[in-house]
């Protein structure tokens, strides 16, 4: 009964004295015809040249040659002999093997997207990166998010998760081949570590490291973490019923939350590895790049290839720049001047309407063939209006009723100007002029009449009570 097995059977193995594998046969024969005899000797062959091919394929392609010679309910069949082919002749897999991390010698790093999740800030989408350390014994784990896999985002994701620990790694930072870690070396294939980087790493005592190119498995800490870390905000996200946050500061917190609650499990290995760190350096490194730039006659400078308008006062005016992951600060001397957000690309311009319009309005006439005009339509609502206004008014004086639209924008908030553009652009389109908005978003202040309070003086009326004597005229 514990085996399995009904007495008649036991009773018949007991008496012959032999076990189930000498007394049943082997099956070598075939209880049916082999549905696949004719098309096999081709799908080895096929195999044995392509090992990629897949089974499903491969009898769709075999049926098309050959029609009626197999039948669709063959198809399972066909799977398992080609599983088993490739089980006795396939090529052999990757093997993996399985690394013992010493506590707190290394800490991993890499950036994953995050576009995944959703997230928008304000109602608007909001693309971004999250920069991931990892420490492989522990899966202590630290995230910030970033734009870009750049110098700027490597620098400041590393230091915000050692100054989280508050300890550095004995000694290894592994990375991958990132353009913002390493170059090229020649037109090989093989790559060094950049000085920006390198400086980076000695500051805090550590040996960069870096995986071979296109073997994302060498850092598998990091790479399988990138997974479970957006899996479990996702969970969170829904958990909180909305995936909008007011701010990027808001959305920071949220990060901060997800992270501490995930790394309360993993203490106790993390007190392992705390004990064999090194302490943090005193100081901490600039998050920035500084660069010196001359605004030019078109009231722009150029940084790191891309071009920022600035106000017009500025022209001819040396500055220093201040370049953030997300935004560039402008500085004569110590004195900030403004603050701009920054675009990661190698070419063009990004203008703001607000520092060219005044001069615009001065010289109309340079707006039609601007090489930067379309970067004055903020919305495509305003191009829709500008389109409207040339059609009614005429070329030149549709440009310069669109440039004091412009006008108006700056002085005011752009969403309310847009909510009125959508009235005034959709059918049946009625006729409107800028000095009408003006005067619906900007209406003129009542003047107000100052009234004087009055105040009784009586002593002149008591003078006029006074006898006073009359004085006689004798001509």
């Known amino acids: 009964m514990k085996a399995g097995m009904s007495r008649p059977t036991a009773r018949k193995y007991l008496e012959a004295g032999r076990p189930p594998e000498e007394l049943q046969a082997k099956h070598t024969w075939r209880t049916r015809p082999d549905p696949l005899e004719q098309i096999w000797p081709k ?14 394929a491969l009898f769709e392609h075999l049926r098309g040659i050959d029609p009626g010679v197999v ?28 690394q013992d991390w010493e506590p ?14 959703a997230v928008t800030i304000g109602g608007m989408p909001y693309e971004h990166l999250l920069s991931h350390s990892v420490l492989p014994y522990s899966n202590w784990e630290w995230a910030t998010r970033c734009r870009s896999e750049s110098l700027l985002s490597l620098r400041h994701g590393l230091q915000e998760s050692l100054h989280q620990l508050g300890k550095t790694p004995a000694k290894d930072l592994w990375i991958d081949n990132s353009s913002a870690a390493t170059h090229r070396i020649g037109t090989g294939a093989q790559r060094d570590f950049n000085p920006e980087f390198v400086s980076l790493c000695e500051h805090y005592g550590l040996t960069p490291k870096t995986i071979g190119i296109g073997c994302p498995n ?3 800490d990091v790479e399988s973490s990138n997974g479970h870390l957006k899996r479990r905000l996702r969970q969170h996200l829904l958990l909180r019923g909305s995936r909008d946050f007011e701010s990027e500061a808001a959305y920071d917190a949220f990060l901060a939350r997800v992270l501490g609650a ?38 722009a400078i150029r940084v790191k290839k891309v071009g920022y308008s600035v106000p017009a006062r500025l022209i001819g005016q040396e500055v220093k720049v201040e370049i953030y992951e997300t935004e560039l600060k402008l500085y004569t001397g110590r004195q900030l001047l403004l603050t701009l957000p920054r675009r990661h690309s190698d070419r063009g311009l990004v203008l703001d309407y607000r520092h060219v319009i005044d001069h615009l309005l001065r010289k109309p006439g340079a707006f ?31 440009t310069v009723e669109y440039l004091q ?17 959508v009235d005034f652009t959709s059918p049946p389109c009625p006729t409107w002029s800028v000095e009408q908005l003006r005067r619906i978003l900007q209406p003129a202040a009542q003047p107000q009449l100052e009234l004087t309070e009055l105040q009784p003086e009586w002593r002149s009326y008591d003078a006029l009570l006074n006898p006073i004597e009359e004085v006689a005229y004798a001509g």
């Open 368 to 398: 039609e063939r601007y090489r930067y005009r379309e970067q004055l339509f903020p919305t495509p609502v305003f191009r829709q209006a500008y389109d409207q206004l040339v059609a009614r008014q005429g070329q030149r004086r549709g």
């Open 262 to 299: 995930a790394n309360h499990e993993r203490q106790e290995q993390l007190a392992i590895e705390l004990a064999a760190m090194k302490p943090l350096p005193p100081t901490r490194l600039s998050e920035y790049d500084e660069v010196h730039c001359r605004v030019s006659s078109a009231s």
């Open 104 to 117: 707190g010698r290394a800490m991993q790093f890499d950036w994953t997207r995050a576009s995944e999740l």
């Open 71 to 98: 039948q669709e309910q063959h198809l399972r069949t066909f799977q398992r002999r080609v599983k088993l082919w490739r089980l006795q002749h396939g090529p052999d897999k990757e093997v993996f093997f399985a």
């Open 218 to 220: 060498e850092n598998g």
């Open 43 to 56: 799908a080895e062959a096929m195999l044995l040249e392509a090992p990629e091919l897949e089974a499903k």
């Open 405 to 421: 639209l412009l006008k108006l924008t700056s002085e005011v908030k752009q969403s309310d100007v847009e909510l009125m553009l």
